[in-house]
């Protein structure tokens, strides 16, 4: 079975500073792999997907994350944080068949001015 | 398009109490799903329907029945609410592009069961 691990559970970075938030997953094969934000209140956003070719993969809001096979991770990353980037957010794993998404428990982010 | 909607945004129950969750979608999707999500464990799923016509149960179904009305509508019921059903529900739908399939969210049912 699939599994995804967020071992950051919160962090708090300055607006301006660059962001990294991590992501480990496990799967035998090439998984499908997503980030999701949540703000305060809010449903999940779809910030970017990967589901093969490039490695290094853009998504909204200026977020960007990076699939390396070899570390079984892929994780989200942002230049420069601005305050309203606080919010939860989701690293999800597919395996491509329908219904089969694995969400990690999420990681707060704060952004302090 | 308004996406993925739900009704109510808010809910208090009293336990054995019961009522549905009201989920619809206009993006045309096939496959639609109800998850939960609790504090420290991310969202689980509760059930999906792949298409009009078909339900299937996900991880945590048991309190939990579903209706998928028509294409656009999939609807969570709790027959006899219990605290532990206390909750915040994600309806989602989704969508298949070269078979890799992408969900989509909407803005939660916070359940409070007394």
């Known amino acids: 079975a699939q599994s995804v691990t967020q071992p950051d559970i919160h962090i708090t970075v300055s607006e301006g500073a660059s962001l990294e938030l991590r992501c480990n997953y496990s799967y035998g094969a090439t998984p499908y792999l997503f980030w999701y934000v949540q703000s305060p209140g809010q449903g999940l956003q779809l910030l970017l997907k990967?589901?093969?070719?490039?490695?290094l993969v853009q998504g909204i809001k200026g977020f960007e994350a990076e699939f390396k096979r070899s570390q079984s991770s892929f994780n989200l990353r942002k230049p420069s944080v601005h305050w309203s980037d606080a919010a939860e957010y989701f690293c999800v794993i597919s395996t491509g068949t329908a219904s089969k998404l694995t969400f990690g428990t999420g990681t707060r982010l704060q952004v302090t001015l | 398009n308004a996406g993925v909607t739900q009704t109510p945004k808010f809910q208090v129950l009293k336990t054995g109490q019961s009522m549905t969750l009201q989920c619809a979608q206009d993006m045309n999707h096939n496959s639609m799903y109800w998850y939960r999500q609790d504090p420290g464990m991310g969202l689980r799923l509760i059930y999906y329907?792949?298409?009009?016509?078909?339900?299937d149960k996900g991880e945590v179904p048991n309190g939990y029945n579903v209706s998928r009305l028509n294409k656009r509508e999939f609807s969570l019921r709790l027959e006899s609410a219990a605290p532990s059903q206390t909750s915040v529900y994600f309806c989602a739908s989704s969508e298949f592009i070269s078979g890799q399939e992408t969900q989509y969210f909407g803005p939660g049912t916070r359940l409070l069961v007394l």
């Open positions: 990967y589901f093969s070719g490039d490695t």
């Open positions: 329907s792949a298409s009009e016509g078909t339900t």
